[in-house]
């Protein structure tokens, strides 16, 4: 198995203490750290450190679904916000929101957000599974998303007012901005119930690398582990969904980091996704804050504007490599 030099294990490690520093850190009130007034305290405590912790869990979830996605589908451009997962995530969320069936902290938003994820894997699954063609599920990700993304434009359209289209529509765009410990509530069972389910599943997840028939004689219960992988995605994806949104990118960027530090052994791939997901919503919040006016860039956007020509410079490095 290879294994990371410890140098780059030593500069990653620093760069997250670096940025956790600097994240902490941002905003118009100074922190003395070592000399804190009651007000100070207050903006780290309830303002700061559940924001910081939210960028933690959200980037580690993310990371960790779309490492999963990546091996479970043997395709490395899938992730939650491809296959449409997060959207249907989303649009269940907004749709109970509008007809007033839960209020914006409610604890049962999570059950929402992943019954809305579930959904969209059935109907993927029910269009695709079947042909054993990756590119097939990904059409029919496509093709769920979008109708999800329309749904949701439409119930933006009919919301009752204007203060409930701007509250709604950050779903859609991902932020985590004005962010405090509730949502983090909302976040961290999700987390941890899909994490201990990929524990659960993971030696299928290194097996999944030869072909079903290979795995199929190796006394695996397909069908039950492969649903119990989903619920996790499900899960990570719900989790992240309620507390902060859509966020695009990191699932798919984060298991390609990994393998460009020279690890391939598919659990060292999923499990250093979470770490790595977290040191890119970091970076990429940290610009958020960093350019926003008055008015704070939903970090989704950044997300997209960041993880669309990082995609675009993998794919050409990929091609090169096919070439060469």
């Given at each position: 198995m290879t294994r990371l030099p410890d140098s780059r294990w030593l500069i990653l490690a620093f760069s997250f203490i670096l940025l956790s520093a600097w994240h902490l850190?941002?905003?118009?009130?100074?922190?003395?750290?070592?000399?804190?007034?009651?007000?100070?305290?207050?903006?780290?405590?309830?303002?700061?450190?559940?924001?910081?912790?939210?960028?933690?869990?959200?980037?580690?979830?993310?990371?960790?679904?779309?490492?999963?996605?990546?091996?479970?589908?043997?395709?490395?451009?899938?992730?939650?916000?491809?296959?449409?997962?997060?959207?249907?995530?989303?649009?269940?969320?907004?749709?109970?929101?509008?007809?007033?069936?839960?209020?914006?902290?409610s604890f049962l938003l999570p059950l929402v957000a992943l019954a809305g994820g579930l959904l969209g894997l059935l109907v993927i699954l029910l269009l695709a599974w079947r042909q054993h063609d990756v590119y097939r599920v990904i059409l029919a990700g496509v093709a769920v998303s979008s109708l999800a993304a329309a749904l949701m434009?439409?119930?933006?359209?009919?919301?009752?007012?204007?203060?409930a289209f701007q509250e709604w529509s950050l779903w859609t765009l991902g932020t985590l901005a004005n962010r405090s410990w509730s949502h983090l509530l909302l976040l961290l069972p999700c987390l941890v119930l899909g994490v201990a389910l990929l524990a659960s599943a993971r030696h299928l997840l290194t097996a999944l690398t030869l072909s079903e028939q290979t795995v199929a004689t190796l006394g695996f219960k397909l069908v039950s582990q492969r649903n119990m992988i989903l619920l996790a995605v499900a899960l990570l994806v719900a989790g992240s969904v309620?507390?902060?949104?859509?966020?695009?990118?990191?699932?798919?960027?984060?298991?390609?980091?990994?393998?460009?530090?020279?690890?391939?052994?598919?659990?060292?791939?999923?499990?250093?996704?979470?770490?790595?997901?977290?040191?890119?919503?970091?970076?990429?919040?940290?610009?958020?804050?960093?350019?926003?006016?008055?008015?704070?860039?939903?970090?989704?956007?950044?997300?997209?504007?960041?993880?669309?020509?990082?995609?675009?410079?993998?794919?050409?490095?990929?091609?090169?490599?096919q070439v060469i």
């Open positions: 850190s941002q905003g118009p009130v100074t922190l003395q750290i070592t000399e804190l007034s009651q007000l100070q305290k207050t903006i780290l405590l309830d303002i700061r450190l559940p924001r910081w912790l939210l960028v933690i869990g959200n980037g580690m979830a993310l990371g960790l679904a779309g490492a999963t996605l990546q091996l479970l589908l043997r395709n490395p451009l899938a992730e939650p916000g491809l296959i449409g997962v997060s959207s249907m995530s989303a649009l269940t969320t907004v749709a109970v929101l509008y007809f007033g069936m839960l209020g914006m902290s434009g439409l119930i933006l359209y009919l919301a009752p007012n204007p203060f309620v507390s902060a949104g859509i966020i695009g990118f990191i699932g798919l960027l984060a298991p390609h980091c990994i393998r460009l530090l020279g690890e391939q052994h598919p659990q060292r791939v999923l499990w250093l996704s979470a770490p790595a997901g977290a040191l890119l919503l970091l970076s990429m919040d940290i610009i958020t804050r960093v350019i926003s006016g008055p008015r704070e860039l939903p970090v989704g956007i950044v997300a997209a504007l960041v993880g669309a020509p990082l995609l675009i410079a993998l794919l050409m490095r990929q091609y090169r490599q």
